[in-house]
């Protein structure tokens, strides 16, 4: 069973999220915890896949799973199909980034639809409306080897949040709808990742700021 006890996982449930993530599996596809059945249904291959390690939460059973060298959960359909009035949010500790504009998380097909978080060399994040444009980096760059909550909402503005306080607006660019699959985790990089969110909401400042603080 997924855990679902921490005060983080409680605040993120209460706000509703279409798919919750939390990366507590001790092997095969990360289960849903939104209560909507949006489990991952696929790994696509590679080298790495390192299960039950340590978490960003304050609470000693917090885990996290590392990904490395191609090895990304996928599920064979979008999320959500909104293409305003949404918001993406994790937690994540990356070690090393090879190549410019890597998944963090995408909903849609990144190269023709659909919108998710990259991370570039510079260790900053900035979206992608796929086949329409890339936006603005974040202002703050995230720490090598640190684990930092990171989130991104869309509400006619795309806003950047790291830590739970704002952090660069990207842009006004309105994303193609989302087609095909979602996908967590790309090739170039190696992170921790853990309770991946999507909601079909703009959640507040205080909303974003709450989840950093119950963690």
């Given at each position: 069973?997924?855990?679902?006890?921490?005060?983080?996982?409680?605040?993120?449930?209460?706000?509703?999220?279409?798919?919750?993530?939390?990366?507590?599996?001790?092997?095969?596809?990360?289960?849903?915890?939104?209560?909507?059945?949006?489990?991952?249904?696929?790994?696509?291959?590679?080298?790495?896949?390192?299960?039950?390690?340590?978490?960003?939460?304050?609470?000693?059973?917090?885990?996290?799973?590392?990904?490395?060298?191609?090895?990304?959960?996928?599920?064979?359909?979008?999320?959500?199909?909104?293409?305003?009035?949404?918001?993406?949010?994790?937690?994540?500790?990356?070690?090393?980034?090879?190549n410019n504009d890597q998944i963090l998380i995408?909903?849609?097909?990144?190269?023709?639809?659909?919108?998710?978080?990259?991370?570039?060399?510079?260790?900053?994040?900035?979206?992608?409306a796929g086949g329409v444009a890339f936006g603005?980096?974040?202002?703050?760059?995230?720490?090598?080897?640190?684990?930092?909550?990171?989130?991104?909402?869309?509400?006619?503005?795309?806003?950047?949040?790291?830590?739970?306080?704002?952090?660069?607006?990207?842009?006004?660019?309105?994303?193609?709808?989302?087609?095909?699959?979602?996908?967590?985790?790309?090739?170039?990089v190696q992170r921790y990742q853990s309770h991946?969110?999507?909601?079909?909401?703009?959640?507040?400042?205080?909303?974003?700021?709450?989840?950093?603080?119950?963690?």
């Amino acid at each position: 069973m997924p855990f679902r006890s921490s005060s983080y996982a409680s605040a993120v449930l209460a706000d509703t999220p279409v798919a919750y993530w939390q990366y507590q599996e001790c092997s095969g596809m990360p289960i849903d915890s939104s209560g909507n059945s949006r489990d991952m249904t696929s790994v696509t291959s590679g080298v790495g896949l390192a299960y039950r390690q340590t978490g960003a939460l304050s609470d000693v059973r917090d885990k996290s799973i590392f990904q490395i060298g191609g090895s990304a959960f996928e599920r064979s359909s979008p999320v959500s199909t909104v293409t305003n009035g949404f918001t993406l949010e994790m937690w994540v500790k990356v070690e090393l980034v090879t190549n410019n504009d890597q998944i963090l998380i995408y909903n849609g097909n990144s190269g023709a639809d659909g919108w998710g978080v990259l991370i570039d060399t510079d260790f900053k994040y900035q979206y992608l409306a796929g086949g329409v444009a890339f936006g603005t980096a974040a202002t703050t760059a995230l720490t090598v080897n640190t684990w930092h909550h990171i989130a991104l909402k869309r509400s006619t503005t795309w806003t950047y949040y790291l830590d739970g306080s704002p952090n660069g607006t990207g842009g006004t660019t309105t994303p193609n709808t989302p087609t095909t699959k979602t996908r967590a985790g790309d090739g170039s990089v190696q992170r921790y990742q853990s309770h991946i969110a999507i909601y079909e909401a703009a959640l507040t400042d205080a909303q974003i700021a709450a989840h950093y603080a119950a963690a």
